[in-house]
């Protein structure tokens, strides 16, 4: 399911042009537009979901995988050693800026915490 004024959905659909980072038949990951680290990308599900507010019990096999692709791709692009951040903003008062699910992977430098 896509929504037309979605820009996660139309980057999906190729409308949007976008670096990819990896791709499956569930998921896609590229990378961020404005990155806040040397390293930042995002994992986001084909599916159109619209935060962590949204999700069903039938999306858990999929939130499980965006999970584990996290630390595969940290791996490919040289981060999981040194670490990595997992972030998905929800709402407005959490910065999310895109209503399409979205999982954050950042590294590539050391980070604050808490976060800001
Ligand atoms: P959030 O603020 O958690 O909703 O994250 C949305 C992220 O999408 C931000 O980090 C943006 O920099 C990123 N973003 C916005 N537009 C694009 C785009 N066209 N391509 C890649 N990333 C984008
Ligand atoms: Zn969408």
């Not at 670096?19 to 569930?26: A, C, G, I, L, N």
């Not at 990155?35 to 599900?45: C, D, E, G, K, S």
């Not at 935060?51 to 499980?64: A, F, I, R």
Request: with cysteine; charged share 20%.
């Amino acid at each position: 399911m896509s929504e037309n004024n979605c820009l996660f959905c139309r980057i999906l659909a190729g409308e949007v042009p976008s670096t990819k980072v990896y791709e499956d038949d569930r998921t896609y990951a590229f990378t961020d537009i404005n990155p806040q680290a040397p390293t930042h990308f995002l994992i986001v599900p084909k599916e159109h979901i619209e935060s962590l507010n949204d999700v069903t019990k039938g999306d858990e096999p999929l939130l499980g995988h965006m999970l584990r692709l996290a630390p595969k791709l940290a791996n490919q692009v040289g981060i999981a050693e040194s670490g990595f951040r997992t972030i998905i903003n929800t709402g407005e008062e959490s910065g999310q800026s895109v209503s399409h699910l979205h999982l954050h992977v950042l590294g590539g430098r050391s980070m604050a915490w808490p976060p800001g």
